[in-house]
């Protein structure tokens, strides 16, 4: 044997400490998985172990990353429906009307904005600083 080429033995060691070293991290709920895991263990010959081993470790982490992308994605839904719930809040309204609200405060005349102003004394741009310094007189 050359220096730089590894044995049957070796091979079959290493695929054998793997397995049972995975076996032993996965959890109770990975319980199918442990028994594929054993029958995968107790393949007559080294190839089909190494095979299976791999099938069986490309599923798996296919699994774990759609669980994570599931979870992350539920986990961003989430925020994003406590975000709608605040604005909601904010603005008065239940969550489901929270874009019809929206489009009222956007839809709004300009004649109205021309004639705030006035009436504020504002200059374009700044309605909303003489709402707060009128407001902030009246407290």
């Not at 107790?42 to 798996?60: A, E, H, V, W």
């Amino acid at each position: 044997m050359k220096h730089n080429q590894i044995s049957i033995n070796t091979i079959q060691q290493i695929l054998e400490t793997r397995m049972e070293q995975l076996n032993s991290v996965l959890t109770v709920e990975y319980n199918t998985r442990k028994q594929i895991l054993n029958q995968i263990s107790k393949l007559p010959n080294t190839s089909r172990k190494l095979s299976g081993f791999m099938d069986f470790m490309i599923d798996f982490t296919s699994n774990l990353s759609y669980d994570i992308w599931n979870a992350k994605k539920n986990e961003i839904s989430n925020d994003i429906d406590d975000r709608i719930d605040n604005i909601a809040e904010k603005l008065g309204v239940k969550s489901r009307n929270v874009e019809d609200r929206i489009i009222q405060i956007l839809d709004f005349d300009e004649d109205d904005y021309i004639k705030a102003l006035k009436h504020m004394g504002a200059k374009p741009g700044h309605l909303a600083d003489e709402l707060e310094k009128s407001l902030n007189v009246c407290k």
